[in-house]
T-cell receptor, first 115, second 111 residues
Framework: DAGVIQSPRHEVTEMGQEVTLRCKPI?????LFWYRQTMMRGLELLIYFNNNVPIDDSGMPEDRFSAKMPNASFSTLKIQPSEPRDSAVYFC?????????????FGPGTRLTVT | KQEVTQIPAALSVPEGENLVLNCSFT??????LQWFRQDPGKGLTSLLL?????REQTSGRLNASLDKSSGRSTLYIAASQPGDSATYLCAAGGGADGLTFGKGTHLIIQP
């Protein structure tokens, strides 16, 4: 399997612009997670989906952030409008919900810089 | 709310030493605990996952233990090598929920 795929790997944008990050989970996995990593706060969970349904979005920092999962093989995280404080590395992870293990597998991340 | 703490924040040791990284969590009602490695500018690589019913897991020179009742986990690295230099992250899992991460231990192995 190719693992979790994220695109783009790097994104540089100006304040006020819309940013869309994309994620393709591992085939067969039915849970998907979006995390953000900053120097100050470390890794934080933003939102997660089970079977394409958003379960908990309490980690989404503001209404400017939104996430969708239209099907089992694709998810997006959108920031509109973007601000410099949104600069961070955004990770997507997936897992297979079963009785014994919920091991999460991470993508390579998208490094976002908002100027 | 779960909180995860890792001690020490940074560690530098000569090659060949055995070392222990510590992780503590405030809510013992975890489903599993996962240790990751992160190299500079890279993603997370899963090293070991311990289910709540387990006490330890081993992979090569790595051994992770879990004591749920005391809210602690340790990662033991035997015979350290320069290639082990990285940041090691501990994460407490709530089952189908997301992971709560510690801030990590930045490890440097001196040749």
């Amino acid at each position: 399997d190719a693992g979790v795929i994220q695109s783009p790997r790097h994104e540089v944008t100006e304040m006020g612009q819309e940013v869309t990050l994309r994620c393709k989970p591992i085939s067969g996995h039915n849970s998907l997670f979006w995390y953000r990593q900053t120097m100050m706060r470390g890794l934080e969970l933003l939102i997660y989906f089970n079977n394409n349904v958003p379960i908990d979005d309490s980690g989404m920092p503001e209404d400017r952030f939104s996430a969708k999962m239209p099907n089992a093989s694709f998810s997006t995280l959108k920031i509109q409008p973007s601000e410099p404080r949104d600069s961070a590395v955004y990770f997507c992870a997936s897992s297979f919900r079963r009785t014994l293990s919920y091991e999460q597998y991470f993508g390579p991340g998208t490094r976002l810089t908002v100027t | 709310k779960q909180e995860v703490t890792q001690i020490p924040a940074a560690l530098s040791v000569p090659e060949g030493e055995n070392l222990v990284l510590n992780c503590s969590f405030t809510d013992s009602a975890i489903y599993n605990l996962q240790w990751f490695r992160q190299d500079p500018g890279k993603g997370l690589t899963s090293l070991l996952l311990i289910q709540s019913s387990q006490r330890e897991q081993t992979s090569g020179r790595l051994n992770a233990s879990l004591d749920k009742s005391s809210g602690r986990s340790t990662l033991y690295i035997a015979a350290s090598q320069p290639g082990d230099s990285a940041t090691y992250l501990c994460a407490a899992g709530g089952g189908a929920d997301g992971l709560t991460f510690g801030k990590g231990t930045h490890l440097i192995i001196q040749p």
